[in-house]
């Protein structure tokens, strides 16, 4: 069956230090999408990628990095520049714009 | 860009009662989307809305769209306690041109049903 896949569930970082959240998806989707949430808040956008070796900055993309080496995969680095990582992070696909799929999400906690 | 702004943020209602969440947004989309999501959850596709005055339901849910308004609704018809949850709507501008799909969050309706 096809879908995304995010890895891990749960991440814990300290102070300073970078951490990377792997997306994966095998639906032949070609855009691809980083969004963080906040309790009480909506989805924001971070990164989005609609071709390999493409992307274009969010809404809040400063403290974080993409790559889109490969049509399946979208990892998101946060780095130490991102003051207050703690969130819920999703990944998300879609196929022309269309037919979105989320994956389960990754909740980072900084200790 | 688009705006979409729900209301309200924050629903409490007794089970056997009907709301309307509303969803409005600022310019043109194409088509509207609605998602559940529980705590700690992903988001789950409930409707998507593609043309004006189009109407789905699914259960004790339904959900309209007025293109000429910018207005989305989700009605709850004789609530129960397994739809408490957080309801979303989500649209993109009809010109998606360099925006490349991107969706457009409303900040949420945070829905508890009591007995």
């Known amino acids: 069956d096809g879908g995304i896949t995010q890895s891990p569930k749960y991440l814990f970082r300290k102070e300073g230090q970078n951490v990377t959240l792997s997306c994966e998806q095998n639906?032949?989707?070609?855009?691809m999408y980083w969004y963080r949430q906040d309790p009480g808040q909506g989805l924001r956008l971070i990164y989005y990628?609609?071709?390999?070796?493409?992307?274009q900055k969010g809404d809040i993309a400063e403290g974080y990095s993409v790559s889109r080496e490969k049509k399946e995969s979208f990892p998101l680095t946060v780095t130490s520049a991102q003051k207050n990582p703690t969130a819920f992070y999703l990944c998300?696909?879609?196929?022309?714009?269309?037919?979105?799929?989320f994956g389960s999400g990754t909740r980072l906690t900084v200790v | 860009e688009l705006k979409v702004e729900q209301n309200p943020l924050f629903l409490s209602m007794q089970e056997g009662k009907n709301y309307t969440i509303y969803c409005n947004y600022s310019t043109t989309s194409d088509r509207l989307y609605w998602y559940r999501q529980d705590p700690g959850k992903s988001l789950e596709s409930l409707f998507v809305l593609l043309s004006n005055g189009a109407v789905k339901q699914e259960g004790r849910l339904m959900a309209s769209l007025d293109t000429k308004a910018r207005l989305s609704t989700l009605h709850i018809t004789a609530a129960v306690h397994d739809l408490s949850a957080t309801y979303f709507c989500?649209?993109?501008?009809?010109?998606?041109?360099?925006?490349?799909?991107?969706?457009?969050f409303g900040r949420g309706t945070q829905l508890t049903v009591w007995p």
């Open positions: 998300a696909s879609s196929k022309l714009g269309r037919f979105y799929t």
């Open positions: 990628s609609q071709i390999v070796n493409d992307f």
């Open positions: 639906l032949n989707h070609d855009a």
């Open positions: 989500a649209g993109h501008p009809a010109d998606r041109g360099s925006t490349l799909g991107r969706l457009y």
